[in-house]
């Protein structure tokens, strides 16, 4: 068999899974964190990347604090990657967490009038919690997703998906037709909005335009579901998670829709800086946001 690049990195990754899951749940997370912070992260330019992602936004901030925040940055992404393959630990962990928030009471209502809700969130967090906590309290929850790369780990990522919550729908004209099918069923979907989008209009994000989707907020529009913000957080201890339900987003414009969502994504990542990705080219690479700076941006 000749060597492929994908199906060796996707077997690295899965046999150290496997190993991690031999060891308490607990020290798990803690391996997984500092691996991705002190190993992955760095040898992937991912602190660079982030780094760099936060100084644009604050130019004041100095290279150290930057650098310190990517970290954490990756030792939360870490702790997320492992937790997703431990269904059964994650979901008894948020049974002891926090699920609060004013847009509970109206998620509930929702779901009794038979209505489809759809929850819209970042990459903040263990954005995947939100999911497996809505999961505790007896809702199945589909999941609209970007395939991965690697087909070989996408595979198993679906797999993984799935076996939390509920079905996962790949993004492409089939997967947003069943996504949108299951919604308007009077089901619960959930998906993440914060990703560059370069065919959509810009909205403005922590004060520079970034690309933004308006799917998440044309949905609700066609099929009547409730527009849900909700956001999760990682307790001190490393271990727990706070599930936040936000008040519902009116319906009004796609537009407008729109620019709220990121108004709420915006406010939580600044209440916790070290939790969102900032790894994603949000507002383009260096080169596109040179040309949009001199007037000539043609994406």
């Known amino acids: 068999m000749a060597w492929n690049s994908d199906r060796v990195s996707d077997a690295f990754l899965r046999a150290l899974i496997w190993l991690a899951r031999r060891v308490p749940y607990r020290t798990r997370l803690r391996l997984f964190g500092w691996a991705s912070g002190y190993i992955v992260a760095p040898l992937g330019g991912f602190i660079t990347k982030a780094?760099?992602?936060?100084?644009?936004?604050h130019p004041d901030m100095s290279r150290a604090e930057a650098r310190k925040i990517a970290r954490r940055v990756a030792i939360n992404f870490g702790r997320n990657t492992i937790e997703n393959y431990c269904k059964d630990e994650l979901a008894e962990v948020l049974r002891e967490s926090t699920i609060e928030g004013p847009g509970l009471a109206d998620f509930n209502a929702a779901l009794a009038e038979g209505r489809g809700v759809l929850i819209v969130s970042g990459?903040?967090?263990n954005y995947e919690t939100l999911r497996v906590a809505i999961h505790n309290m007896g809702h199945p929850v589909a999941a609209l997703y970007r395939p991965a790369t690697n087909p070989y780990f996408n595979a198993h990522y679906k797999t993984t998906m799935e076996s939390l919550t509920g079905p996962a729908f790949a993004?492409?004209?089939?997967?947003?037709?069943?996504?949108?099918?299951?919604?308007k069923a009077g089901g619960v979907g959930a998906m993440l909005f914060d990703v560059r989008a370069s065919q959509y209009p810009d909205v403005d994000f922590f004060?520079?335009?970034?690309p933004t989707s308006t799917f998440a907020a044309e949905?609700?529009?066609?099929?009547?579901a409730?527009?849900?913000?909700?956001?999760?957080?990682?307790?001190e201890d490393g271990i727990h998670h706070v599930?936040?339900?936000?008040?519902?987003?009116?319906?009004?414009?796609?537009?407008?829709?729109?620019?709220?969502?990121?108004?709420r994504l915006e406010a939580r990542v600044r209440s916790t800086p070290d939790q969102w990705l900032w790894v994603h080219d949000r507002w383009g690479s260096e080169q596109v946001r040179a040309r949009r700076a001199q007037g000539s941006d043609n994406e």
């Open 51 to 57: 780094e760099r992602n936060l100084r644009f936004i």
């Open 123 to 125: 990459h903040i967090g």
């Open 171 to 183: 993004q492409g004209r089939q997967g947003v037709i069943g996504f949108t099918r299951y919604v």
């Open 207 to 210: 004060g520079h335009p970034a």
């Open 219 to 224: 949905m609700p529009l066609k099929t009547g």
């Open 226 to 235: 409730l527009l849900l913000p909700v956001f999760t957080r990682r307790c």
């Open 243 to 263: 599930v936040h339900f936000e008040t519902p987003i009116a319906a009004t414009t796609p537009r407008e829709m729109t620019e709220e969502m990121t108004r």
